[in-house]
């Protein structure tokens, strides 16, 4: 995957876009920023990063903005270099806040329900973007096929999230489904059965579904504010670089920064690097945008996008232990470290007639 990622990558910025635009007027075409588009682009770039935290927060009570923000960044850091890069960065992230003193429950309640509303909004922003555009005339095959795979996906997350939470029953059965399905997986792979059951998923359930029914709407609002300062970037990029609303409308600059949100989900490169370029490129140009011009905007919003990223995250890297390591920023109340599922404590007490769950909740 690695070599294919990187093939693609070449392919994309050597090949593809030169042929769309020559570098040499993409680049004559970046010189003319004047020092107030630089200052417009630098405040929405640092916006954008400011607003990946206050999510975790919301699923992590305990966790103070400084923290979050160190942990949104060193992952998200190391899904632009890495090849498996979500992967790696939700292991960095895990890491890190173990050590803050959060147990593996909660991470797990985290990882999973942060990435849950991230996929709700992908697979839904396509939706409004289609019936933006139609409302306005406009047309779009590919936004349009995109928006009825995302319509697709967007319902069996929903389903299987809804069923879940529904009912214990339920959670059990399908814990137990998925378990056998990832134990077959792993056989093929000559490894062990995995160490996880229907209890398991009926014991997050009970914790996740706590949470959300408490904060959902705080989360849909945190998670939503995350996504938009990211098209703000887009959309200054492109004014910036004089793309006009005549040219690409907002709605039709949000249609295509809404399909190339999807197309960065299939994991061919890290971050999406040369997928997001391509998607954004052929969308703008196809809404009527200059070449030069919109090339020039994208590669300028992608810098804005992943070079503030890669820097936070960096010093992130090199910074967070000195904060960490000493328990949790903030009170310990009963809502901030509640106790071990009860799913959990009946395994730990299973194993050999005594409880362990004080030793393995810090």
Excluded at 214 to 238: I, K
Aim: glycine share 12%.
């Amino acid at each position: 995957m690695a070599i294919v990622g990187l093939a693609f990558v070449a392919a994309t910025f050597v090949f593809v876009l030169p042929a769309v635009a020559d570098y040499d007027a993409v680049w004559a075409t970046i010189t003319t920023l004047s020092w107030q588009w630089l200052t417009a682009l630098g405040l929405v770039a640092l916006a954008a990063v400011a607003a990946v935290a206050p999510p975790w927060q919301v699923v992590l009570p305990g966790l103070g903005y400084v923290r979050a923000l160190q942990v949104t960044q060193v992952s998200a850091a190391l899904g632009f270099v890495v090849p498996g890069g979500p992967a790696a960065g939700i292991a960095a992230a895990v890491g890190m806040l173990r050590a803050w003193g959060f147990a593996s429950w909660e991470l797990t309640r985290a990882v999973t329900l942060t990435g849950l509303w991230t996929q709700f909004l992908n697979f839904t922003f396509p939706l409004v973007a289609v019936f933006l555009v139609s409302r306005t005339g406009g047309s779009t095959v590919a936004l349009a096929t995109v928006a009825f795979i995302g319509a697709v996906a967007l319902g069996v997350l929903v389903g299987g999230f809804v069923t879940v939470l529904v009912s214990g029953r339920l959670a059990r059965d399908v814990g137990d489904l998925a378990a056998r399905g990832a134990s077959w997986g792993k056989g093929k792979l000559r490894r062990g059965p995995v160490q996880w059951d229907g209890a398991t998923f009926e014991g997050f359930r009970d914790e996740a579904g706590a949470l959300v029914t408490r904060r959902w709407h705080v989360l849909t609002g945190a998670s939503l504010a995350a996504g938009l300062t990211t098209f703000a970037v887009l959309l200054v990029s492109l004014r910036a670089l004089d793309v006009s609303s005549g040219e690409v409308s907002g709605i039709e600059a949000f249609a295509a920064w809404s399909l190339a949100r999807v197309a960065a989900i299939i994991p061919i490169t890290p971050g999406g690097v040369g997928v997001v370029e391509l998607a954004l490129t052929g969308t703008l140009i196809g809404f009527g945008g200059p070449k030069a011009n919109v090339v020039a905007a994208v590669l300028v919003y992608r810098i804005a996008t992943i070079g503030p990223t890669l820097l936070a995250g960096t010093l992130a890297a090199l910074t967070w232990r000195r904060r960490g390591g000493l328990g949790r920023s903030s009170c310990e109340d009963e809502e901030t470290v509640p106790s071990a599922p009860k799913a959990l404590e009946e395994d730990i007490v299973g194993m050999d007639g005594t409880t362990r769950v004080a030793e393995r909740d810090p």
